[in-house]
């Protein structure tokens, strides 16, 4: 049984269009940044805390015939130095979005899979562009709600689309979930190699 550790709709539709079926238990886990804590190893951690917190939650259901498979996922953006996660409000996606506006930014998707005997972790990194956005055409994006769920303050898979001339890496860890590498990951986890770590 595999169960997604997260209520992300991007996350459940691509795992659909991946051809897999699931089960969601999303995990409230409180999500601060730990002090000095690099954007990767945060992205990680949360990913595999959340994973970790379901896994436990639903660990009867864990059998020899059919094995509890628990994915975890956290995205954030980072410019400057800065990780961007979910805006807590409109001003603070105004803010996300002028940063972002004219320049390169690198997004980064953890993703854990916890079994009974295993704890698989990865990471994908996407740089992504921006044209120059200006003030008006910020403040219709956020009017129109888009902004207000997303890290970073936007969906590159929506209206802000528009402002995206390119990227460098897997568009599906923009979205927020890298599906070859979930779908590599799930497949160590369910082979019969012993318990091991990845990270990269």
Not at 131 to 143: H, K, L, P, R
Not at 151 to 170: K, L, M, T
């Amino acid at each position: 049984m595999l169960i997604l550790a997260s209520a992300s709709p991007r996350r459940h539709e691509l795992l659909t269009q991946a051809g897999l079926e699931f089960k969601i238990t999303a995990a409230n886990l409180n999500e601060d940044l730990l002090e000095n804590e690099p954007a990767a190893a945060y992205v990680q951690r949360l990913s595999e805390e959340k994973a970790q917190a379901v896994w436990n939650l639903h660990e009867s259901l864990d059998t020899p015939e059919d094995p509890l498979v628990v994915l975890g996922a956290d995205t954030c953006v980072v410019v400057d130095g800065q990780i961007l996660g979910k805006p807590t409000d409109t001003a603070d996606a105004r803010r996300m979005l002028t940063l972002l506006s004219g320049r390169t930014h690198v997004v980064l998707t953890g993703i854990a899979v916890v079994t009974g005997t295993k704890v698989l972790r990865d990471l994908d990194i996407t740089q992504v562009t921006f044209n120059c956005v200006t003030d008006s055409e910020i403040a219709q994006y956020i009017v129109s709600g888009e902004p207000l769920d997303k890290a970073g303050a936007y969906a590159i898979q929506g209206y802000a689309a528009r402002w995206i001339p390119r990227i460098e890496g897997c568009y599906f860890n923009v979205v927020g979930l890298p599906i070859a590498r979930t779908i590599a990951l799930l497949a160590e986890a369910e082979s019969g190699a012993p318990s091991t770590l990845v990270e990269s």
